[in-house]
């Protein structure tokens, strides 16, 4: 029986999360700090390793927050996401404290660093607190959803998603997840509508391709189910999407 408990964005929502770099801030660096830090950022995804004993040598020389940033990310292009988490929430709310910038980002960071580490209590918190300083941020709703997926809590991940939609009814990513929502609580019906619609605005959308093709596969629409997944390997070979759509056409010819 094909796996239709999870939801489809899960492997998949992580790819450019840290894109984040305070010295486009505009003058929070000076120009060699800031040349420094994208270099140093720059490192963490091909030498993870070497970046974190780089950056801790910067920050012991001085290099304050960016350096510890760049700790940070180290350890998460380490895999390291449980000694990341708190090191990205320590410095956000050191900036909080110093009235700096970019304390949001910085929660939305660890938040989905804290989901990484699969700690979906404290990834949830720390979003919630990012919330409470803007409500309405439509990119933290949408962070806070995947946690509350994450954690197997539906409802409160479709009330997110549900808010992001009455913000900005044409983000096709939350139609896609909304429907997902839908399906595991249980009314496919509604779920159809929402992946068709968001299908509709970003036809290659992969993830709503993956959710569609569960719920086809649901109602015993076999054929178009797997065309859906073979969408998704022709769009995106060699990706988590793609070994998602792999596993379910797998399955369901392992089950036929």
């Keep these: 029986m094909l796996n239709s ?12 999360l840290f894109a984040f770099v305070l010295s486009d801030a505009g003058d929070a660096l000076s120009r060699d700090e800031g040349k420094e830090y994208k270099a140093c950022i720059k490192l963490t995804k091909r030498e993870p390793e070497f970046a974190f004993e780089s950056a801790l040598s910067w920050r012991d020389q001085g290099g304050g927050i960016p350096a510890r940033h760049c700790a940070a990310l180290a350890l998460v292009g380490m895999k390291k996401y449980h000694l990341a988490a708190p090191r990205l929430e320590a410095i956000a709310e050191e900036m909080r404290k110093a ?6 980002p910085m929660l939305s960071q660890a938040a989905n660093t804290w989901l990484l580490a699969e700690n979906y209590s404290r ?4 979003a919630s607190a990012a ?11 949408m962070d806070r959803s995947h946690i509350l997926a994450g954690a197997k809590n539906y409802q409160e991940a479709f009330n997110d998603l549900d808010l992001v939609l009455r913000l900005d009814p044409t983000r096709f990513e939350a139609l896609a997840y909304r429907a997902a929502a ?5 009314n496919n019906e509604r779920a159809m509508e929402d992946v068709d ?3 509709s605005l970003q036809p290659n959308f992969l ?3 993956i959710e569609r093709g569960i719920l086809f596969r649901l109602d015993g629409n076999i054929e178009d189910a797997k065309k859906d997944w073979m969408k998704v390997l022709e769009l995106s070979p060699n990706t988590p999407a793609a070994d ?8 369901l010819e392992f089950k036929n």
């Design 131 to 141: 919330l409470e300083l803007e409500p309405d941020n439509i990119d933290i709703l």
């Design 207 to 209: 993830d709503a391709l």
């Design 244 to 251: 998602t759509a792999q596993k379910n056409i797998e399955k």
């Design 99 to 104: 009235g700096m910038e970019f304390v949001v």
């Design 5 to 16: 408990g999870g939801f489809p964005w899960q492997k998949t929502l992580f790819i450019g």
């Design 182 to 186: 839908w399906r595991q609580l249980g």
């Design 123 to 126: 990834a949830n918190a720390v």
């Design 197 to 199: 619609l968001a299908l």
